[in-house]
């Protein structure tokens, strides 16, 4: 079904899309032809001068918009004084700086460290190295439907599509995935449970932990705060107090990936701190500054001090554009407001997605905290059969009428504005939305059927 949309695409497009397909590689996952010319806040256009509200940021990525211009200017400054000295050798005033921060925003007690890398990948392949250099253990326990990533660190514990997977084993020994609390779809049963992520941790102690992998041998458990790509999913209030006790009983590290929930996503600085625990390690990327390609892992001191010079290291984490980049997203979220309003439009938008469910057969569940929503497209209440074709076909109409959306896991939509996004703005979007998923219910024959 999804196929067989034809998109208008404007003569500029068209040619972009041609010279592309011949140079660059087909492993992208392009939904829609949209060729960028430029962009402004949460409003981008296209190459034909189209005009779309964003509700992507280049998958989370653009936390204070497009172009914000306390960020270009930043970003300017710092070209015009240098533009690389190399982070692992040398000492420049924008990375301390940008460590300084990160290590106030941590969510620890403890004194925090930072280690600067180049994309949210990078940062999960050195908070696995980190925690298996620490507890001097191997095992990794993940989640299923995770995503952390796609080097071969972060790819073992990637659990949310087969197609990242196939064709490139063997993954890195050592990963044990569990399921993810995901208490619309759990995949445990809840006998004598209320809380499915109290369930999914006593599964972790009673089940893996006697009879795969012994806890001894486990450096460390690898979690996203609300699951990203694999559906946008909020775990239960009782999993991560249940599991942060665990990993204490056991010497086990917790490292939350907080590449898409953290950086004000949330409504908070992380997504964690929604869920009253502390991790010993995160990750950071996407978000943090703002486009400029920038990762992080930021962990107790007493952790990251027992690396030893040489021990972890690279060339490009830590660019200085970048750090500037960041320094001045940072400010902006933070004494600039935009994590405050991306707590209130974001629950704003939440309640106008529930409000619109009894409108539309096929809205399964809204979940989300802050701007970092999604939504659930089933075909029947009963079986909450995934409707993965009418999801992919409200991207498309969305797309039609003037907005770009992106998907997650199988059958959801998600929204992740740019954390300024106003009122006003944020109410179009719904309202082109509501418009392309009761196109797409026709279309597929959903709106007959009772709730
Ligand atoms: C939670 C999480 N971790 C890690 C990554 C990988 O980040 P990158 O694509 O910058 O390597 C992603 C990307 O979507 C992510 O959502």
Redesign the pocket.
Known sequence: MTNEIKHHIGEKAQQYIQRDSKVISPSYTRDYPFVMSHGKGSEVWDVDGNRYLDMTTG??VNATGHSHPRVVQAIKDQADKFIHMAGTDFYYQVQIELGEKLAEIAPFKEQARVFLAN??????EGALKLARYYTKRPQIIGFLR??????MG?LAVTSSKTVQRGGYFPMMPGVTHIPYPDPYRPLLNMDGYDDYGERVVDYLEQVIFQTIVPPGEVAAVLV?PLQ??GGYVVPTPGFFPALRDLCDRNGILLIA?????GMGRTGKWWGIENFGVEPDIL?S??GIASGMPL?AIIARDSIMREWEPGSHGNTFGGNPISCAAALATIELLGEGGMIANAREVGQHMLDALEEMMPRHPSMGVVRGIGMFIGVELIKDHETKEPAKYLRNDVVHHAFDRGMLMLGAGTNTLRFMPALNMTKDMADEGLKIFDDALHQAEIEHGVSMIAK
């Open positions: 998958i989370a994309s949210g990948t990078e940062a999960v995770s995503f952390h990533g796609r080097t972060s996203e990203g790509e990936d907080e590449v898409q929930t990750t990327a996407k990762g």
